[in-house]
Structure formats: C-alpha cells, structure tokens
C-alpha cells in the first residue's frame, strides 16, 4: 500500500518500509508591479515691499533741517517712495497700483483744498536721472522752468486720478503701473519702482504759498494683485478694487507654513 502527502516543498511516499520523500515542489510566484502619479501642488505668493531710503525723519540734511522739518523756498530733498515686488517661492510678477494722499498734519484727514492740494502736488518730481540734488543751507533750489522738466510721476505709471481718485479739490492720487513688476525668481531679488524721487519748493515761491500749504503729510500706499488671469492693468485693477471693497484684500503679506507648531513664516 503507498500513499502520497505533501510535506512542506518536498513530495513524500509512504509504504511497508517507511517514508520516503524524493522530490521538491516548487512554490508560486508572481510578477507584480505598483506605479502611481503624482502631483505636487504649491501656493502661489504675493508679497509686496515698500521701502523710503532716501528719507530720514531723525538724521539731518545738507542745510541742517530733518527732512520735512523748516522747508522754505528753493527746499530740495531726495524722496523716494518704492515697492518691490520680494515673492520668491514661486515665480508671480503683480500688478501695482500706487495711492498718494494728502493729509493735514493738525486733523489727520485728507486735505480738500483745492488750491492747496495743487501747491503740494507741484512739489513732488519723478527725476529718473538723479540730476536734481539737495540743497544745501547756502546754495542750491531750482526754479520753476527747471522743476517742470520733470513729470510729477514716474512715467511707467498710468494717471487715474480722474475716474478712481479725487480729481474735483485733490488730495488723493492714483496710478497704475502699466507693466507687471516682476517677483524675485524672474528679477534678481525682485522689481522695483518709485513712483517719484523728489520734493522740490521753488525758488520763487514766496511765504505765501507756504502758508497755504502749511503743515502736511504725503501718505503713499501700494497694492498689488497677481498678473495670472488679467489681460491688462485696468481689468487686474477692477478685481483689486473688488478685494478691497469686499474687505478681502490680504495687508502685510506673510505666508505661514502650514502644520507649524509656532506658525513660523516660509523664508520669500
């Protein structure tokens, strides 16, 4: 009598003299393979940077006044308001909008003076070439032929001021660059632009428009929006103006880094 059993991989024989187990079974096996897809996704960045290097509120100028403090006809300073455009996690060049305001330093509030409003305005030079230099206590000031050589805003911005500022008494400005600013993966640190360079009272000007000026503050705000999805400057500033009057509009950018336990920002 002989019976057959499998024992582990080995085929086994029983019979009168015993077992005997002659042979191996080879076990299965299989070809597998596991492939997937994937997708990393990041958030875009925006993140604008104002900047004034050309102004100083503590040291003092050439004529020995703090910028700002004691101005007088033929005053002559270097004023330099920026926004640069420093989002470096991905490459998202903005389109800018710069706001000048004019303030009463007394009340705190827009100034709606005509007359007044276009005495400050006359004092404010975009001077691309760095030409017009501060004055000094003894010399220097430029007369109004000279000062008028200048645009009051850099060219690369685009003057609404009649549709989106107050172009009735003035006292609030608007202007749109008419280009993206580009961030810092397209721009080496990131694009930057001054609206305007300078603020020049003069020579002829007298006490009398001094005195109708009076004592002032020139407020520069700049906001952007990303240049993806907008044909123009006009229809990326319709869909800024939106953020801003639905109360959406991100101020001080400064981007989290999901899951951290301190909210610790990404470095830009």
Not at 13 to 22: F, N, S, T, Y
Not at 42 to 61: H, I
Not at 93 to 104: P, Q, R, S, Y
Not at 186 to 194: H, L, Q, S, W
């Amino acid at each position: 009598e002989i019976s057959c059993s499998l024992v582990g991989s080995e085929m086994c024989i029983r019979d009168r003299a015993g077992i005997m187990c002659i042979g191996t079974v080879a076990s299965l096996s299989y070809f597998t393979d596991r492939e997937s897809v994937i997708n990393n996704f990041t958030t875009g960045v925006l993140d604008l940077e104002s900047s004034e290097t050309s102004w100083s509120t503590t040291t003092t100028g050439p004529d020995g006044q703090i910028d700002g403090h004691n101005t007088y006809p033929g005053y002559t300073r270097l004023k330099n308001p920026t926004v640069q455009n420093v989002a470096a996690i991905e490459d998202n060049d903005a389109w800018v909008k710069a706001t000048v305001t004019f303030i009463d330093a007394k009340t705190g509030k827009q100034i709606v003076d005509k007359e007044r409003n276009d005495l400050i305005l006359q004092t404010i030079r975009y001077d691309g070439g760095a030409a017009l230099v501060e004055n000094t206590a003894n010399t220097g000031g430029y007369s109004e032929a000279t000062l008028t050589q200048y645009p009051t805003v850099n060219p690369a911005f685009k003057d609404v001021t009649s549709t989106k500022g107050t172009p009735t008494t003035g006292g609030k400005y608007v202007y749109y660059l008419k280009d993206t600013l580009e961030s810092a993966q397209t721009a080496a640190g990131g694009e930057k632009v001054e609206p305007f360079t300078t603020i020049a009272y003069p020579t002829e000007w007298s006490q009398d428009e001094l005195d109708i000026m009076g004592d002032y503050i020139i407020d520069v705000e700049f906001s952007g929006i990303q240049r993806w999805t907008f044909a123009n400057v006009d229809e990326a500033m319709d869909a800024l103006d939106a953020e801003a009057a639905g109360g959406t509009l991100h101020e001080e950018y400064e981007r989290v880094t999901p899951g951290n336990k301190d909210n610790t920002p990404n470095v830009n």
